[in-house]
C-alpha cells in the first residue's frame, strides 16, 4: 500500500486519542480538522493541539487554545506544512515560542529491519504491565522528565491497552534501552525509544525500534510511523524510515 501523508496524519491523531483516554485526567476533543488533548501531567508535549488537516477551521482551534490556557497546563501545537497563518499567528499571541520542526516518519519497505534487531550483547524483551517502572526510569532519565511526573501517564493501565507494547533492552544484567510501539489498524507507531548515555552508539536504539516495528508487521500492520527528534533521525533513516512532512511545533509559556 501507498502510505501518504493524510493517512499518517489521521494515525497520529488516532493513537493520541487512545492515549488521552487511558491517561487518567486525560481528555480529547477532536473536530474540524483540529484535536487537542491533555494527559494532566505538566510537561508541554503531552499537552497540546495538534492539525490533522492543513486547513483546519480557525474558531474551532482557538476554542481549543482557550481550553489549554484555561487548564494552566503547559502545551505544545504542532502543525502541518501548507497550514493557514491565521493558526500560526493565533500562536504567536498567546505568547507561543516556535521550537524546531519535527519530522514525521514513515517506513513502508522493513528490509533492514532483520539485521538492526540482532545486536551483539542486548538481549530485548516485551515488558508485563506490572513492569512498567522500568520503561519509566530509563526513558524519563534520558527525556529529562522526572520520573514521577512520566510514571503518572506511563501507568499499568496503558500498558494493558490494545495494540500497546513496551519493550526493554538489557546489557547484561543492566536495562539499558526502552521504547513502545502502538498498533491500530494498519499502522503501528513508535514512542519514547530512549538509551541511557554510556550505551549509545552502539545500535540498542535502533534495535528496539527493530523490535517494535517487527513484531507489529508479524501481529498484522502493514507500516510504521513515528515523530523523530534530533539524535534519533538518522538512526530512523538507516532503518528505511523517509520524512513524509516535518511539523512546525510551538510550546506556550505556562
Same mark, same amino acid.
Given at each position: ?5 493524510? #493517512?499518517?496524519?489521521?494515525? #497520529? ?6 492515549? +488521552? ?13 483540529? +484535536?487537542?488533548?491533555a ?6 508535549? #503531552?499537552?497540546?493541539i ?9 474558531? =474551532?482551534?482557538?476554542?481549543? +487554545? ?21 493558526? =500560526?499567528?493565533?500562536?504567536l ?5 516556535? $521550537?524546531?520542526a ?12 532483520p539485521a ?5 550483547? #542486548? ?40 495494540g ?6 538489557a ?5 539499558? =534501552?526502552? $521504547?513502545?510501539?502502538?498498533?491500530? $489498524?494498519?499502522?503501528?507507531g513508535?514512542?519514547?525509544?530512549? =538509551? ?8 540498542? $536504539? ?23 527528534s ?23 509559556r505556562?
Open positions: 500500500m501507498t502510505v501518504d501523508p493524510d #493517512l499518517v496524519a489521521a494515525a #497520529l491523531a488516532d493513537t493520541w486519542q487512545r492515549l +488521552f483516554e487511558v491517561a487518567p485526567l486525560g481528555w480529547m476533543q477532536r473536530e474540524a480538522g483540529a +484535536f487537542a488533548g494527559t494532566g501531567v505538566p510537561i508541554a508535549t #503531552l499537552n497540546g495538534w492539525l490533522e488537516s492543513r486547513n483546519p477551521d480557525g474558531g =474551532t482551534v482557538a476554542a481549543m +487554545f482557550d481550553r489549554l490556557d484555561a487548564s494552566g497546563l503547559p502545551y505544545c501545537l504542532q502543525l502541518r506544512p501548507g497550514t493557514p497563518r491565521e493558526i =500560526t499567528d493565533q500562536a499571541k498567546r505568547g507561543m515560542t516556535r $521550537g524546531e519535527v519530522p514525521l516518519m514513515v517506513l513502508e519497505v522493513p528490509t533492514d529491519l538492526a534487531r540482532e545486536v551483539e550483547g #542486548l538481549n530485548v524483551r516485551v515488558l508485563e504491565p506490572d513492569d512498567i517502572a522500568v520503561h519509566v526510569q530509563i526513558a524519563a532519565g534520558v527525556f529529562g522528565v522526572p520520573e514521577e511526573l512520566f510514571a503518572s501517564v506511563m501507568t499499568r493501565e496503558l500498558l494493558r491497552a490494545e500497546l507494547r513496551c519493550y526493554v533492552g546489557d547484561g544484567t543492566d536495562d539499558v =534501552t526502552t $521504547g513502545m510501539g502502538v498498533t491500530l $489498524g494498519s499502522g503501528v513508535v514512542f519514547n525509544v530512549a =538509551t541511557l548515555a554510556p550505551y549509545r552508539g552502539r545500535g540498542y $536504539g535502533a534495535a528496539i525500534t527493530a523490535r517494535v516495528v517487527s513484531d507489529a508487521l508479524s501481529a498484522g500492520a502493514e507500516w510504521a510511523w513515528l515523530q523523530s534530533p539524535a534519533g533521525y538518522r538512526v530512523y533513516e538507516r532503518l528505511g524510515f523517509v520524512t513524509v512532512e516535518r511539523w512546525d511545533c510551538f510550546a506556550s505556562v
